[in-house]
Nanobody
Framework: QVQVVESGGGLVQSGGSLRLSCAAS????????MTWYRQAPGKERELVAS????????TYKDSIEGRFTISRDNAKNTVYLQMNNLRPEDTAVYYC?????????WGQGTRVTVSS
């Protein structure tokens, strides 16, 4: 049974940090590219960061400006999103997606709220 479970969200003050985790099971994690998305209230879901299967290639949304870092541990079937210097505009539900070819799995999301 495929499972993708995000954790680590919460309430943090502006300028603070959070580390999100996404634990996967039920598929061969190391063969899937992983991506973090977010959806703010009233807005469309947007890509935040992605990482290749081996972790050697990462891409980020332009406005992240080096504040976020995506990484993965294939031995633990987990992908991370380290978020530093958080801003109120980072407030959103953060989702994790696994993708390989036509196969795509989403988690249920974890909520991040940044207070000013």
């Amino acid at each position: 049974q495929v499972q993708v479970v995000e954790s680590g969200g919460g309430l943090v003050q502006s300028g603070g940090s959070l580390r999100l985790s996404c634990a996967a099971s039920g598929f061969i994690f190391s063969t899937y590219a992983m991506t973090w998305y977010r959806q703010a209230p009233g807005k469309e879901r947007e890509l935040v960061a992605s990482i290749s299967t081996g972790g050697g290639t990462t891409t980020y949304k332009d406005s992240i400006e080096g504040r976020f870092t995506i990484s993965r541990d294939n031995a633990k079937n987990t992908v991370y999103l380290q978020m530093n210097n958080l801003r109120p505009e980072d407030t959103a539900v953060y989702y994790c997606k696994a993708k390989r070819g036509l196969y795509e799995y989403w988690g249920q999301g974890t909520r991040v709220t940044v207070s000013s």
